[in-house]
C-alpha cells in the first residue's frame, strides 16, 4: 500500500470536476503522512464487535473517555452482543457514564446488539454487500453516516471512506475542498479520486488524517513542521 496510481484516463468529466482533479492530489498527500506517521494499525479494538461499540461511544467523545467506558463493559464482561442486550438499560447507561450521553449511547448499544444478533452475527454482516448494508444501519436511531461507514470500514471491511470533521478540516485548509460540502458529496469525492474500493488504503487514509489533526492540523496548526506544509494555502 506504500504507492498510490491515483484513477484518471477515460473518466467522463461532471460538474465538480476542478475540486476533484485538486482532490485527486489526496493520493500524494497520503504518501506523505503515511511516510511521516507510519502505519496506524487501526481500529483500537480487540473484536469487530468492539469496534462497532466504540463507533458509537465515540459520537461527541474523547477517545480517552470512551477508553473507560469500553473498560468499564470489559470488566463487565460485556463486550458481546448478547451481554449488551442482556444488561438492563440504566445498568448500561452506568457503565459507559464516561463516555457522556450515556442514556442516549445506551440505547443505540441496544439498538446496534440487536441489529447483529438479528443478522445472524459479524460474518453474516460481512457477507452482505455495502449497498445492502449502508442504508440498514443508517435506518438505525442514532447511527448516522459517519457511524455507520466507521462501523462498515473499520468492522466489516467494506470499502467505504469515512469523513469526519477532521478531514473537512485539513482538506479545506489544504484548498482541497470547501469544507462546507455535505458528508455524502466529500465521501463521493474521496473515493472517486482514489484507487476504487481498496479498503486497506481507505482504512490507514483515515487513520492517518486523524494523526495528521492530532499531531499538527490542530484548531490551532502546528504548521512549522507539518509534513504536507508546502502543498498547504492555510491561513
Ligand atoms: S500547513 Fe498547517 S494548516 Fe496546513 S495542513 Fe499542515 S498543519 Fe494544517
Known amino acids: ?134 442504508p440498514r444501519l443508517l435506518a438505525i436511531n442514532g447511527v448516522g453516516p459517519e457511524t455507520a461507514d466507521s462501523i462498515l470500514l473499520y468492522a466489516l471491511n467494506k470499502p467505504v471512506f469515512v469523513i469526519d470533521a477532521y478531514t473537512r478540516r485539513i482538506f479545506s485548509r489544504l484548498g482541497h475542498v470547501k469544507g462546507d460540502e455535505t458528508y455524502e458529496e466529500l465521501r463521493d469525492l474521496f473515493e472517486r479520486s482514489l484507487p476504487a474500493r481498496d479498503t486497506a488504503l481507505y482504512n490507514e487514509y483515515h487513520a492517518l488524517i486523524v494523526e495528521h489533526a492530532k499531531q499538527h492540523c490542530r484548531v490551532k496548526p502546528v504548521c512549522r513542521s507539518c509534513p504536507v506544509s508546502p502543498d498547504c494555502g492555510y491561513p
Open 1 to 134: 500500500m506504500d504507492v498510490i496510481e491515483p484513477r484518471t484516463p477515460g473518466r467522463t468529466r461532471h460538474p465538480g470536476e476542478r475540486r476533484l482533479s485538486t482532490l485527486h492530489q489526496a493520493a500524494g498527500i497520503y504518501q506523505r503522512l503515511h511516510t511521516v506517521y507510519g502505519a496506524r494499525h487501526w481500529w483500537p479494538a480487540d473484536t469487530p464487535f468492539e469496534v462497532m461499540l466504540g463507533a458509537i461511544l465515540t459520537q461527541n467523545a474523547a477517545w480517552t473517555n470512551v477508553e473507560k467506558a469500553l473498560t468499564n463493559l470489559k470488566a463487565a464482561d460485556a463486550l458481546t452482543p448478547r451481554a449488551i442486550l442482556d444488561i438492563p438499560l440504566a445498568g448500561l447507561a452506568r457503565l459507559i457514564r464516561p463516555s457522556g450521553y450515556f442514556n442516549q449511547k445506551a440505547a443505540r448499544l441496544k439498538r446496534i446488539a440487536g441489529f447483529v444478533i438479528e443478522h445472524g452475527g459479524i460474518e453474516a454482516l460481512r457477507a452482505l454487500p455495502v449497498e445492502v448494508l449502508r
